[in-house]
């Protein structure tokens, strides 16, 4: 058993550490979000170039073999910073399913653009009706010869509005909530049928509604195999979920920080209010959930490489339960013990605490994870 | 980083687990999945069958009898003992006052209480509290006068778990009334078939007498079973409440006592099902897995911060202390929960595991369950409650 981070993961934490102590600041954040997709493209430019967009890819196909832990590493650093770049749409999530449904032609071709940081992917997989049910997709595939047509209509597709590409999942086969019978397709984000409406979501990032009208995809497009791709969307997702984890953590430590500061420095009745214990208890509550979540995102991130489907699974939606209730327990409580100040948009904490909220949500809330630990009989053997 | 156990420790695993279920008596085994009440004979029996295979006191100094093992090795023995479930060894004697006599003591008093405390030839109960003194420890009154070559002794010490069975009790009591109250403690060991000890038992709102009241009367007490230097004793008192920080979140008694509620809710029926099947009642099983699973994730993060043998004492203590009780209270309430209207017949007799004569009312494993419940609210209470441990945390980790 070793918690300790390998020399080269101490070097990643510093660089990336040092790229937002310089670049990411409260009022720089504010600019980059004024951007066209909300994001800072210049700032992608960096990341291309510390390697962070190359990180989780194998080197054969032009990445840096990185590991969850890896990714870890980076996404609780941009959990921090509050940062508002498509990392996760981009490399995590949709990255993730292009590594384990990919070609290897597929993954030469596109790797090396997302590394290089001149091409955004985004996976397009939830509908209106889907909730948090990944195998309930409406959309179909039709067979069209060598390739498919598409129809029909995806929802909060992270970045979506900004991507390059897309990575759509589309029925090939079977009714709407059927495991089998769902595939993968790549589309250009400008190919004829597409039309996107994107929008901010209440985390200050991006998100579109895309509709595809008679999408054509011919065979280079098709990802893995038609009908069978449920297994790596429940993979990459697992993946995505141990690293928005992370970002979680990221976030909910700096909410304490920045709540302990406050209570040291603010004053009211003639001392700081840090003096007063039912403050301190608070901040004290403060730390614990965020120390059980940091424990849980480190079991993520073990168990993200894990290949037994079942166990995989459960240990990380066991993490995300207690992250999502640790984030909105320590947003909750940073806001409640700012009081006023708090509860304003040119204050950074009520930031991190949308994020944390909006990462409970993502991909099933704590709720949703519970019932379906629950039914999968817990996490312990009787 | 790989947070799994490596080979060697799994294999350690494998030797512990393989010792304890070849050498833990049924008898008391089967006591501690019932929930029946273990006395002192089993303690005293399973700390001796530890003390022959060398694993009585692994945490110690190897040349007391510690083992040496790695923290993490440490952690694994404790949380096997627990998951057995075995009784867990007398904590005053292990690891409460034999940590201090190793870290504190004479060589004398080394050689004469260790070994006794390794094979509990000595059984030890704690001298700390006062009725005026609770979580306010420092303002404790219990006075000892140097008189010669020994000191006297007077007042009265409470909450004292298990003094009825008790050769010996460690203390703090005032040595100087004169200075700052944290300055005038000492750390003494006495004797209780001193005159003038007397015990007088606490009932407890389960009903089970596991505290009691020590009085001193003008207790003799030589000076030679002052621990350390006189009015050094509360530095030697922050170091035993400090000292806990691989058993105190107690990951395997929970884990076991999860299977154990899994067990009774398969045989208890809600309506046409079984209650394990029950949505609302599973959930909440699964939710405290998962606060457990953290609480284990924690744990072992707090033992790699301590594998280079760091003996400090770590205010991340204190989170483990606060969620292990929290945790340990819920299963409690959902064991109790499991039985339904059958945790309310008081039935103390079949708690004592040796003297059953009479059938039970209710299903046979319901009468432990309710008192356990009650019992075990005493968790956010004893070692400095979980209200202590918050403003620990906010002085020592927040500086607030």
């Known amino acids: 058993m070793d918690f300790e981070l390998s020399e080269e993961q101490r070097l990643l934490k510093e660089s990336v550490g040092r790229l937002l102590a310089d670049r990411y600041g409260f009022e720089q954040r504010t600019a980059y979000m004024k951007e066209p997709g909300g994001f800072s493209r210049a700032l992608w430019k960096q990341y291309a170039e510390l390697g962070l967009l190359a990180l989780p890819f194998a080197e054969t196909d032009g990445g840096l073999g990185g590991n969850p832990v890896d990714v870890m590493i980076v996404m609780e650093a941009f959990g921090s910073a509050l940062v508002l770049e498509p990392y996760f749409a981009t490399v995590v999530l949709a990255g993730g399913v292009l590594r384990h449904a990919g070609s290897d032609k597929q993954r030469a071709e596109i790797v090396p653009k997302i590394a290089g940081g001149s091409l955004l992917l985004a996976l397009a997989h939830s509908e209106r009706q889907s909730r948090y049910d990944l195998a309930d997709v409406a959309m179909t595939a039709k067979k069209d010869g060598a390739g498919y047509v598409l129809d029909g209509a995806k929802g909060i597709v992270l970045h979506g509005d900004s991507a390059d590409k ?217 | 980083m790989d947070l799994r156990f490596n080979d060697e420790e799994i294999a350690f695993r494998d030797e512990v687990r393989a010792f304890f279920n070849k050498n833990l008596p049924e008898n008391i085994r089967r006591k501690m999945v019932e929930g029946k009440k273990v006395g002192k004979d089993d303690i005293v029996t399973w700390q001796r069958i530890l003390n022959k295979k060398g694993w009585a006191v692994p945490h110690w100094a190897k040349e007391w009898g510690g083992t040496g093992w790695s923290a993490v090795k440490q952690y694994i023995f404790l949380d096997e003992m627990q998951q057995a479930p075995a009784p867990p060894p007398l904590q005053f004697g292990v690891y409460m006052v034999g940590p201090v006599i190793i870290a504190f003591g004479s060589e004398a008093q080394k050689k004469r209480f260790l070994p006794r405390i390794a094979n509990i030839d000595d059984w030890w109960c704690q001298g700390f509290s006062e009725p005026g003194s609770g979580s306010d420890l420092a303002s404790l009154k219990t006075s000892a006068k140097r008189v010669g070559d020994h000191y006297v002794v007077n007042g009265q010490k409470t909450w004292t778990t298990l003094a009825q069975y008790a050769d010996w009790i460690f203390c703090l009591v005032r040595t100087n009334s004169e200075a700052k109250k944290q300055e005038g403690i000492s750390f003494l060991l006495i004797d209780m078939k001193s005159p003038g000890v007397t015990v007088r038992p606490i009932q407890t709102i389960d009903g089970s007498r596991e505290v009691n009241e020590v009085f001193f009367d003008d207790v003799k007490v030589p000076v030679e079973n002052l621990i350390g230097e006189e009015n050094k004793g509360w530095d ?159 002085k020592a980790i927040l500086g607030l």
């Open chain 1, 166 to 382: 897309l990575i759509v999942s589309a029925r090939v086969a079977g009714k709407q909530r059927d495991r089998d019978g769902i595939g993968l397709f790549l589309i250009d984000a400008k190919a004829p049928g597409v039309s996107i409406r994107g929008y901010q979501t209440v985390d200050g990032l991006h998100a579109a509604e895309i509709a595809l009208s008679g999408v054509k995809v011919g065979p280079d497009g098709i990802l893995g195999e038609p009908g069978k791709a449920l297994p790596v969307i429940e993979r990459a997702v697992d993946e995505a979920m141990a690293a928005l984890c992370a970002e979680a953590v990221g976030a909910m430590t700096v909410m304490h920080e920045v709540t302990i500061d406050y209570l040291k420095t603010r004053k009211q009745f003639g001392v700081p209010i840090g003096n007063f214990q039912v403050l301190q208890h608070a901040a004290a509550d403060m730390l614990i959930a965020t120390e059980q979540a940091r424990s849980m995102a480190l079991l993520a991130a073990m168990m993200a490489g894990e290949n037994n489907a079942v166990e995989r699974h459960k240990s990380i939606a066991a993490a995300k339960i207690q992250i999502g209730r640790s984030g909105r327990f320590v947003g909750k409580t940073a806001t409640q013990l700012h009081g006023g100040i708090g509860m304003t948009m040119e204050y950074k904490v009520g930031h991190y605490f949308k994020r944390a909220v909006a990462i409970d949500i993502l991909f099933g809330d704590a709720d949703h994870h519970l019932a379906a630990l629950t039914r999968m009989g817990g996490l312990l053997a009787a």
């Open chain 2, 236 to 394: 030697y008192a922050k170091f035993l409440l400090g000292n806990e920080r691989f058993g105190i979140a107690r990951v395997g008694l929970s884990k076991e006592r999860i299977r154990r509620l899994k067990e009774l809710a398969a045989l208890e029926r809600v309506g046409e099902k079984p209650m394990i099947e029950d949505e609302r009642f599973r959930s909440k099983i699964t939710a405290v897995e998962v606060e457990l699973k953290a609480l284990e994730m924690t744990q072992l993060r707090v033992v790699a911060a301590h594998r280079n043998g760091s003996n400090k004492p770590d205010p991340a203590s204190s989170i483990l202390k606060i969620k292990g009780s929290e945790i340990q209270q819920t299963i409690s309430e959902l064991l109790f929960e499991v039985v339904g209207p059958y945790g309310l017949p008081y039935q103390p007799a079949q708690i004592d595991g040796d003297r059953v004569n009479e059938p039970p009312i209710g299903p046979d494993y319901a009468a432990p369950l309710a008192p356990t419940f009650f019992n075990w609210r005493k968790i956010s209470i004893y070692g400095g409650s979980n209200e202590i441990q918050k403003n620990i945390i906010a």
